[in-house]
């Protein structure tokens, strides 16, 4: 025991290197534990990379069953026929690391210094800071009495990536976030692509879950073809779109938006024989959502921002839109919030306000966490959506504006290289698809490559954390959020189950009701 109260692990031997020692140790040692040692009159902190057991009677050398069976007695009556050794990486300096600063020993350990257990107390430094801006998360994986936090501050100035493989806890992971932005009272826009969100009980109304909705008055004509699903290539259709939509038609709301509309397309197509046929397909398209997306696509609403709450949990439910209107919504909104935080941060700094903001003040006057779930499907690789161009804006100018981004994907090799390396921190799970880790390998200098090759021994709920919201790359085992009430995998034997005894009650209780004789299916 070391005076500060650690246990003694082992013992540096062989060659060490300012950022590698090699230890025998007196125990078996777990990769990913932590261990210390003093150096130049400070504590380093070190991290378990490879573990080696080694028997001498039990070597290599072993030629058959026969010798292996008597080396087994030998080495169980030799104290010193095993060897523990192990490789630990040195991340730097103790108290540096407290304060976010890996520093690095000039010299290396010499051989024969002291190894010692980490003390929780050691680690909480490092992975739990003090201050409001340090939110919970969860434990350390292999030191569970250990908590972990992480910086609420540097993922909205910095933005997050959530990636891993399905149903390895990725929603959990953003319930957690939510729960904790809702704890300070931050104002959070969640994307929720597969409802995933709507049983989110957060508590003193925290949660603000709403339909995402589109009012077409709203939108320039390329957008709006897009969401009445007229095809990008059909460009009659776009022409007679784009003349019927006129600033007197905008202007109209509910009903009276659509009929005029239709009656702007026929006026094309009366009065230019080429337009005739496609200003019908416009027509039949109007008619066809205007019925089948009632719900969703609204003149008559106001503009869909002001359904946002600000210090909520705002939940947007996607799940009835099509792909193209999700897309067409998701870059509605993040233009609209963008534009919004560009003008509240302009005013609070030049404390003048424009006439634009006196007519419509912005309402959003601090910062915004928006959530993109499937983001593969938002912002793809190779691919132009609407999204995607808001999205990188919001990547690369929302740190200047408290317009915080989160993207949350199964996919990470589908996902835009260049807005995946926008993204400041990470936390990524079980990912065992290889060109899922060279994407993450190449989009973060935090994971280093051990890192990666441990990602597809993980669990559900299992983490890296990596980046600026945290004070070090981390294996994290996530809180469970008991709050959200799916998630989880369908029982579906169970349910039938449950069908086939409440069939046979019913057809129990209507045959009492059967006269005699009578003949049923
Ligand atoms: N931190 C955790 N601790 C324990 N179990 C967890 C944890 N996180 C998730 N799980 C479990 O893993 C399952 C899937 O979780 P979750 O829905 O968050 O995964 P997902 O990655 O979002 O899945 P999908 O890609 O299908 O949306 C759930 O049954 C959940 O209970």
Not at 326 to 339: G, Q, R
Not at 361 to 384: C, G, M, Q, S, T
Not at 418 to 426: A, K, V
């Amino acid at each position: 025991m070391s005076e500060g109260g650690e246990k003694e692990l082992g013992i540096i031997v062989g060659v060490a290197k300012p950022d590698y020692v090699r230890f025998e140790s007196r125990r078996p040692v777990s990769v990913g534990e932590y261990v210390v040692m003093q150096s130049c009159g400070e504590k380093i902190l070190a991290l378990v990379e490879r573990s080696f057991v080694k028997s001498d009677a039990l070597g290599d050398s072993i030629r058959n069953y026969d010798e292996a069976s008597e080396s087994l007695q030998v080495a169980a009556e030799n104290k010193r026929d095993k060897s523990y050794k192990a490789d630990a990486r040195i991340i730097g300096y103790l108290e540096k690391l407290r304060r976010c600063k890996a520093v690095m020993p000039a010299l290396p350990p010499e051989p024969g210094t002291l190894i010692y257990e980490a003390t929780t107390a050691d680690l909480a430094k490092v992975f739990a800071p003090e201050g409001t801006e340090w939110a919970h998360m969860g434990s350390l994986l292999r030191n569970v009495e250990v908590e972990v936090r992480a910086n609420i501050d540097k993922v909205v100035s910095r933005h997050l990536a959530v990636l891993a493989m399905t149903g390895m806890g990725k929603s959990n992971l953003v319930s957690l976030l939510a729960k904790e932005i809702a704890r300070v009272g931050g104002t959070m826009i969640i994307f929720d692509y597969h409802d995933d969100y709507s049983t989110l009980d957060l508590g003193r109304n925290a949660a603000n879950l709403m339909p995402a909705k589109i009012n077409p008055r709203m939108l320039p004509a390329d957008k709006l073809a897009e969401v009445i699903e007229i095809q990008e290539n059909a460009s009659n259709q776009i022409h007679v779109l784009r003349q019927a939509l006129t600033q007197d038609v905008q202007q109209r709301k509910g009903d009276d938006f659509w009929d005029s509309l239709v009656a702007g397309a026929r006026a094309v197509g009366a009065e230019e024989k080429m337009y005739r046929e496609a200003a019908a397909k416009v027509e039949d398209k109007i008619d066809y959502v205007r019925k089948k997306f009632r719900n969703i696509l609204d003149p008559g609403m106001a503009d869909p921002i002001a359904l946002i709450k600000n210090g909520k949990i705002n939940v947007i439910n996607l799940v009835e839109l099509t792909e193209k209107q999700a897309n067409v919504s998701v870059s509605y909104y993040l233009e609209e919030l963008l534009d919004d935080r560009k003008r509240a941060t302009r005013q609070a700094k030049d404390r003048i306000q424009s006439a634009e903001d006196l007519k419509s003040p912005p309402r959003f006057n601090a910062p915004v966490l928006v959530v993109i779930e499937e983001a593969h499907v938002f912002i793809p690789k190779d691919e132009k959506t609407e999204t995607k161009y808001f999205a990188s804006k919001v990547a690369r100018e929302g740190r200047k504006f408290g317009l915080g981004l989160v993207i949350v994907s199964q996919r990470p090799r589908s996902i835009d290289a260049n807005i995946l390396s926008q993204m400041g921190s990470l936390a990524v799970m079980r990912m065992i698809q290889p060109d899922d880790q060279m994407q993450v390998s190449a989009a973060s200098e935090a994971l280093s490559r051990d890192l990666i090759d441990q990602l597809p021994s993980l669990n559900p709920g299992e983490a890296v954390f990596a980046g600026q919201w945290v004070n070090l790359p981390t294996f994290v085992r996530a809180d469970e959020v008991k709050e959200r009430k799916i998630g989880g995998d369908l029982k579906a034997v169970e349910q039938w189950s449950q069908l086939a005894a409440a069939k046979e009650i019913a057809k129990e209780s209507s045959d009492s009701y059967v006269p005699p004789g009578y003949i049923q299916d």
